[in-house]
């Protein structure tokens, strides 16, 4: 083949071109560090690295919903704690009082002590989480528990002779969470029929007419049977209470796994998208030797012709 | 027997050829750089005896030829070669237009920076999220309104991209068939002048450079044909149509009759023969490359209506989607809405079904720009006497779309999203190869072209050396032959004088 002196220089503008290109790509992955500069440099990797990056993005979004969750699952469980407390201490006290010893003024005592008892129930059953009442079911902004005339209303149906379709129905209020993908929810809260109960034994009921009972200085045996209700009373509650806390044992299990995903795919993620500066700094050094050969041996065959040596 | 002067005669064709062939080393050294130059030669031929047809030889040393005669100046030229490199030129622009294009499009698209569609659209779904966890805070149903605002002022951004791009690609278009018509009525004009000049039995080789140049040029523009005569007359074509009949010129025209998927007007630049208007085929070329880039709405014919119309696609799906069920849902009660809570609210503003749903005008709906209150979350009525403000069973609603792989046209939003991108980026990517690929064989091509046409310095100044030689071989031939003369005339015959 015929060799003109415009051949070799074009062949070498081209492929100092070229090597000047691997150059800037090298250079711009270097100073970015990102291995994906532009969106075609591997189409393959974009396409995983844009699905980890969702997936990233959900379980950062469920473990703020578990977060979320474990603060309501943790006032629920601490309400429920107080309210035991107030069955426990009750027990205690109609126990005390259902002894014949006792005399009337010590019984007047006791139901002065009930009654503050049973206030205290209504107030513990209001408590709020973030100023949002975490029995109340959807009413989360007004008091879910009221007492009105001696009679207790949850959401403005009366607990005892209120609709009992009405009451079964707010059940269905379940304050839920998302945690994991595929819209798996975990309910968090109990709402406040589950709480107490309905009917003439929901315990405010209960606790209400044991204050009249002692009022009325009513005989022991009666007394006693108050305790027994106070007792089933107290393992439905402590039901609950282990309930709330399998629930969150639950979600920090899934926190604990949630952050280890995270770790994984954050791992996946950095590989395909960060530059391995070492690598890179290598391959750059190499481009530079490349370019650089590439020059001297550009200068020296472009510069004589055969005019210099005639 | 010959002439006594027949030597120097003979010695004088030498020296005129050699200065001639002097002269044509000369021009090709001075035209070493010139763009479409190619070499020239001298072409001689020896002198046949100057005898005439006789019957019978007048003496031996007749037989001698006359010398050298100069015939012509001739172009190394393959026109074979030529048409290789035409054709694989006009797919080489039309490559290098499409993905200088493509990746213009694609340094627009960078979903892995932080201001990018995929990640605006994981907020947004994110604060759907924090509602259904918070459905009576303001704040967080702020940050729906906001993220939600920034959806879709992220899209009427990239719509808005697309289309100013796409305009310049109109405008391209209208330069470019402009530049055909240069080009084509050059061509026609070099025709007639070099039929001029060669009706004379010279060859014009420096005009058909011109004209060669001329041609390389348009078939990086348009997929030219092209033909000679038998009479030598060139006719250029384009798309079986002649663009250039020897010295006529068939012009084209741009027309704004072309449908524009866009907008959906017809505004486009459509490029047309300018005598009957019927539309012309382009199969190749940078106006190729231009108009698919203006036009192409298939996966194969990647241009930016497709991009425009699969981000149309996911808008469309977020509005119908959303709204289907965000209207199903009440609202947090509010002054705007005179304490109540209202059903029946779009997410998204849908126009009343007027006018279709587009990146370039989505938009939130004006009731939830008024107030986040009218975010539907709650699936019922929330009154004085049904206080439901922490209802959040529409807000999981929402959510069970936005998590589902089964919505119909784009199956999921987010992998919908991933499409688009990983699509965009495997046709550049393939373009960019494709490119590189073509950019090879045209330098091949050219390479080859090259190594017949261009001139070598080296060869040249050989050849100067050489033709140098002959011509002091001449001039010494006639000095030889003086003193020969010399010795005849002045030293002969004077013995003893």
């Given at each position: 083949m015929?060799?003109?002196?415009?051949m070799?220089?074009?062949?070498f503008?081209?492929?100092l071109?070229?090597?000047?290109?691997?150059?800037d790509r090298?250079?711009?992955?270097?100073?970015?560090?990102?291995?994906?500069?532009k969106?075609?440099?591997?189409?393959?990797?974009?396409?995983?690295t844009?699905?980890?990056r969702?997936?990233?993005?959900?379980?950062?979004q469920?473990?703020?919903?578990i977060?979320?969750?474990?603060l309501?699952?943790?006032?629920?469980?601490?309400?429920?704690?107080?309210?035991?407390?107030?069955i426990?201490?009750?027990y205690?006290?109609?126990?005390?009082?259902s002894?014949?010893?006792?005399?009337?003024?010590?019984?007047q005592?006791?139901a002065a002590?009930i009654?503050?008892?049973?206030?205290?129930?209504?107030?513990?059953?209001?408590?709020?989480?973030?100023?949002?009442?975490?029995?109340?079911?959807?009413n989360?902004?007004?008091?879910?528990?009221?007492?009105?005339?001696?009679v207790?209303?949850y959401?403005?149906?009366?607990m005892?002779?209120?609709?009992?379709?009405?009451l079964e129905?707010?059940k269905?209020?379940?304050?839920?969470?998302?945690?994991?993908?595929?819209?798996?929810k975990m309910?968090v809260a109990?709402t406040?029929v589950?709480?107490?109960?309905t009917?003439?034994?929901?315990?405010?009921?209960?606790?209400d007419r044991l204050?009249?009972?002692?009022?009325?200085?009513?005989?022991g045996n009666?007394l006693?049977a108050?305790?027994?209700?106070?007792?089933?009373?107290?393992?439905?509650m402590l039901?609950?209470?282990?309930?709330?806390?399998?629930?969150c044992?639950?979600?920090?299990?899934?926190?604990?796994?949630?952050e280890d995903d995270t770790l994984?795919?954050?791992?996946?993620?950095?590989?395909?998208?960060?530059?391995?500066?070492?690598?890179?700094?290598m391959?750059y050094k190499m481009?530079?030797?490349v370019y650089?050969?590439?020059l001297?041996a550009?200068?020296?065959?472009?510069q004589?012709?055969?005019l210099?040596?005639l | 027997?010959s002439?006594t002067?027949y030597?120097?005669?003979?010695?004088?064709?030498?020296?005129?050829?050699?200065q001639?062939?002097l002269?044509v080393t000369g021009?090709?050294?001075?035209?070493a750089?010139?763009?479409?130059?190619?070499?020239?030669?001298?072409?001689?031929?020896s002198?046949?005896p100057?005898?005439?047809?006789t019957?019978?030889a007048?003496?031996?040393?007749?037989?001698?030829?006359?010398g050298?005669?100069?015939?012509?100046?001739?172009q190394?030229?393959?026109e074979?070669?030529?048409r290789?490199f035409r054709?694989?030129?006009?797919d080489?622009c039309?490559?290098d237009?499409?993905?200088?294009?493509?990746?213009?499009i694609?340094?627009m698209?960078?979903?892995l920076?932080?201001m990018s569609i995929?990640k605006?659209?994981s907020?947004?779904?994110?604060?759907?999220?924090?509602?259904?966890?918070n459905?009576t805070?303001?704040?967080?149903?702020?940050?729906?309104?906001?993220?939600?605002?920034q959806?879709?002022s992220?899209?009427?951004?990239y719509?808005g991209?697309?289309?100013?791009?796409?305009?310049?690609?109109?405008l391209?278009?209208?330069?470019?068939?402009?530049k055909?018509?240069e080009?084509a009525e050059?061509i026609a004009?070099?025709n007639?002048?070099?039929?001029?000049?060669?009706?004379?039995?010279?060859?014009a080789?420096?005009?058909?450079d011109?004209?060669?140049?001329?041609?390389d040029q348009l078939?990086g523009?348009?997929?030219i044909?092209?033909?000679?005569?038998p009479s030598g007359?060139l006719?250029?074509?384009?798309g079986?149509r002649?663009?250039?009949?020897h010295t006529t010129?068939?012009?084209?025209?741009t027309a704004?009759t072309g449908?524009?998927?866009l907008t959906g007007l017809?505004?486009?630049?459509?490029?047309?023969?300018?005598?009957?208007?019927?539309a012309?085929?382009i199969?190749?070329?940078?106006?190729?490359?231009?108009?698919?880039?203006r036009?192409?709405n298939?996966k194969?014919e990647?241009?930016?209506?497709?991009?425009?119309?699969s981000?149309?696609t996911?808008?469309?799906?977020?509005?119908?989607e959303?709204?289907?069920?965000?209207?199903?849902?009440?609202?947090l009660?509010c002054?705007?809405n005179?304490?109540?809570?209202i059903t029946g609210?779009?997410?998204?503003?849908d126009?009343?079904?007027?006018?279709?749903v587009?990146?370039?005008?989505?938009?939130l709906?004006?009731?939830?720009?008024?107030t986040?209150n009218?975010?539907a979350?709650?699936?019922?009525?929330i009154?004085?006497?049904?206080h439901q403000?922490g209802?959040?069973?529409?807000?999981?609603?929402?959510?069970?779309?936005?998590?589902?792989s089964s919505?119909?046209g784009i199956n999921n939003?987010?992998?919908y999203?991933?499409?688009i991108?990983?699509t965009?980026?495997?046709?550049?990517?393939?373009s960019?190869?494709?490119?590189?690929?073509?950019?090879?064989m045209l330098?091949?091509?050219?390479?080859s072209?090259?190594?017949i046409?261009g001139?070598?310095i080296?060869?040249e100044?050989?050849?100067?050396l050489?033709?140098?030689?002959?011509?002091?071989?001449?001039?010494?031939?006639?000095?030889?032959m003086d003193?020969?003369?010399?010795?005849l005339?002045?030293?002969?015959?004077?013995?003893?004088?």
């Amino acid at each position: 083949m015929r060799i003109t002196s415009s051949m070799i220089m074009n062949t070498f503008l081209s492929n100092l071109n070229n090597n000047l290109n691997s150059l800037d790509r090298l250079q711009a992955q270097s100073s970015s560090n990102r291995r994906i500069v532009k969106i075609s440099d591997d189409p393959v990797g974009l396409l995983t690295t844009l699905q980890v990056r969702d997936r990233i993005n959900d379980i950062e979004q469920y473990s703020r919903n578990i977060d979320e969750a474990n603060l309501w699952l943790r006032q629920a469980e601490n309400s429920m704690m107080e309210i035991n407390s107030i069955i426990t201490s009750c027990y205690e006290d109609v126990l005390r009082a259902s002894t014949s010893t006792m005399s009337p003024t010590d019984r007047q005592a006791v139901a002065a002590k009930i009654a503050q008892m049973r206030d205290q129930l209504v107030n513990v059953s209001n408590s709020r989480m973030n100023n949002k009442y975490v029995f109340g079911g959807f009413n989360t902004v007004n008091e879910p528990f009221e007492v009105s005339g001696g009679v207790l209303y949850y959401n403005g149906i009366d607990m005892v002779n209120g609709d009992p379709v009405a009451l079964e129905a707010q059940k269905d209020q379940k304050m839920e969470f998302e945690i994991a993908s595929g819209g798996l929810k975990m309910n968090v809260a109990f709402t406040g029929v589950e709480l107490l109960g309905t009917g003439e034994d929901n315990l405010y009921g209960i606790l209400d007419r044991l204050y009249d009972a002692l009022e009325a200085d009513a005989p022991g045996n009666e007394l006693a049977a108050y305790a027994d209700v106070l007792l089933e009373k107290q393992s439905e509650m402590l039901g609950m209470i282990s309930d709330a806390g399998a629930r969150c044992v639950r979600l920090d299990m899934l926190r604990t796994r949630y952050e280890d995903d995270t770790l994984n795919y954050t791992k996946i993620q950095s590989q395909i998208e960060d530059v391995d500066q070492a690598e890179v700094y290598m391959n750059y050094k190499m481009a530079e030797a490349v370019y650089q050969a590439s020059l001297s041996a550009g200068a020296r065959i472009i510069q004589p012709t055969l005019l210099d040596f005639l | 027997m010959s002439s006594t002067f027949y030597g120097f005669e003979v010695a004088r064709t030498g020296l005129v050829a050699s200065q001639y062939a002097l002269n044509v080393t000369g021009h090709n050294i001075s035209n070493a750089d010139t763009v479409g130059y190619t070499r020239q030669r001298l072409l001689t031929t020896s002198k046949v005896p100057a005898v005439g047809f006789t019957q019978f030889a007048l003496s031996e040393c007749a037989t001698v030829g006359g010398g050298v005669s100069v015939d012509a100046v001739n172009q190394i030229r393959d026109e074979f070669l030529d048409r290789q490199f035409r054709k694989e030129n006009a797919d080489a622009c039309y490559l290098d237009k499409l993905t200088a294009g493509l990746t213009d499009i694609e340094t627009m698209f960078d979903e892995l920076s932080s201001m990018s569609i995929s990640k605006t659209l994981s907020e947004f779904f994110n604060s759907f999220q924090d509602l259904a966890n918070n459905p009576t805070d303001y704040e967080v149903r702020a940050e729906v309104q906001s993220k939600a605002m920034q959806l879709t002022s992220t899209l009427n951004y990239y719509h808005g991209k697309l289309s100013d791009q796409q305009t310049v690609y109109d405008l391209s278009v209208d330069t470019l068939t402009g530049k055909v018509n240069e080009i084509a009525e050059s061509i026609a004009h070099l025709n007639k002048t070099i039929e001029e000049y060669e009706i004379t039995g010279e060859t014009a080789n420096d005009l058909r450079d011109q004209r060669n140049l001329l041609l390389d040029q348009l078939s990086g523009i348009v997929d030219i044909t092209y033909y000679h005569t038998p009479s030598g007359q060139l006719y250029v074509q384009l798309g079986g149509r002649d663009l250039v009949s020897h010295t006529t010129l068939g012009a084209l025209a741009t027309a704004q009759t072309g449908y524009n998927p866009l907008t959906g007007l017809n505004e486009l630049n459509e490029v047309v023969w300018a005598s009957d208007s019927a539309a012309v085929t382009i199969t190749s070329g940078s106006l190729k490359g231009t108009l698919q880039l203006r036009d192409g709405n298939t996966k194969d014919e990647y241009g930016i209506p497709y991009l425009v119309d699969s981000l149309n696609t996911l808008v469309n799906a977020l509005a119908d989607e959303i709204n289907a069920v965000h209207s199903q849902g009440w609202t947090l009660p509010c002054d705007e809405n005179g304490g109540a809570s209202i059903t029946g609210v779009n997410f998204f503003d849908d126009f009343g079904g007027a006018v279709p749903v587009t990146a370039g005008n989505f938009k939130l709906d004006d009731a939830i720009l008024l107030t986040p209150n009218n975010i539907a979350a709650s699936d019922t009525e929330i009154t004085a006497a049904n206080h439901q403000e922490g209802n959040n069973l529409n807000a999981h609603a929402i959510l069970a779309v936005i998590n589902s792989s089964s919505l119909s046209g784009i199956n999921n939003f987010q992998g919908y999203m991933t499409t688009i991108v990983s699509t965009l980026a495997i046709r550049v990517s393939y373009s960019k190869n494709m490119s590189e690929m073509q950019k090879v064989m045209l330098s091949n091509k050219e390479a080859s072209r090259i190594s017949i046409s261009g001139v070598s310095i080296d060869e040249e100044v050989a050849n100067m050396l050489r033709y140098q030689h002959a011509y002091n071989a001449a001039a010494r031939v006639i000095t030889t032959m003086d003193e020969a003369l010399d010795m005849l005339i002045n030293r002969m015959g004077i013995v003893g004088r």
